[in-house]
């Protein structure tokens, strides 16, 4: 299969582009262009400005992808070049509130991790989280790689209200993580729900981009077919 589309994948909180590498060579071996965001994770607005960088460089039509917290960066784009939204067991705040009103929203699974800011304003995950609650369907050298290459995330990611999100204006499909451990499924359906979304639920962890990249890198796939491109 070959396509005009690329497809842009926008990475979480504790996570960097390496993430999406099992998607990405899906995604290549199908004939599918793929590139990962870099985001700083220094500030919502630096991270959308960042996201903007990449859908400019890529200068095409995307599909847009975002894991975890890049449900907020990727709704937060105006870039005219994106045909539709993907969201990976990721938060989608509506307009005026903040990602971290999404994420607490309702009761936290038993086994999530107690999170705070260090001193420089900063939430680390603590490592005992990966094998607990972030990825802990992962195998154990995927949790060594995830916890040595996590990217702490600035409380300024998650204060900052956003506008207008984008999936009231593109058509959104949510990949439903029934087993995880860090936003629950309860908070993920009643984001889908509210977003009008095609949801596709399964019994995967908060990480399905490293433990079950078949299925999100099929959607993505699918949706390729199904997203036409003006001549």
């Not at 870039?79 to 307009?95: H, K, M, N, T």
């Not at 991790?113 to 154990?140: K, N, Q, S, V």
């Not at 050298?141 to 009231?168: D, F, M, N, Y």
Request: net charge negative; glycine share 8%; hydrophobic share 45%.
């Amino acid at each position: 299969m070959t396509s005009d589309l690329t497809v842009v994948l926008a990475h979480g909180a504790w996570a960097d582009g390496s993430s999406w590498g099992k998607v990405i060579s899906e995604l290549e071996a199908a004939g599918v262009r793929a590139v990962a965001a870099p985001l700083p994770l220094t500030s919502l607005p630096d991270d959308i400005a960042a996201l903007d960088r990449t859908l400019a460089h890529v200068a095409g039509p995307v599909v847009l992808a975002g894991h975890a917290y890049a449900g907020g960066v990727i709704g937060s784009t105006r870039a005219a070049s994106v045909r539709a939204l993907v969201y990976v067991a990721a938060l989608a705040p509506d307009e005026g509130e903040t990602v971290g009103d999404v994420f607490n929203r309702g009761t936290p699974h038993p086994a999530a991790p107690t999170l705070a800011p260090d001193e420089h304003g900063f939430i680390w995950l603590p490592d005992e989280a990966f094998p607990g609650a972030f990825a802990h369907r992962a195998a154990a050298h995927e949790q060594t790689l995830l916890r040595a290459v996590q990217r702490p995330i600035s409380v300024s990611c998650i204060t900052a209200p956003v506008g207008r999100p984008l999936w009231k204006d593109r058509p959104s499909w949510y990949l439903l993580a029934e087993d995880d451990r860090m936003i629950p499924a309860d908070n993920q359906r009643f984001m889908a729900q509210r977003m009008g979304a095609t949801t596709h639920a399964h019994p995967v962890d908060h990480t399905p981009l490293v433990t079950a990249p078949d299925l999100v890198a099929g959607l993505l796939l699918e949706l390729v077919k199904k997203t036409t491109v003006p001549d």
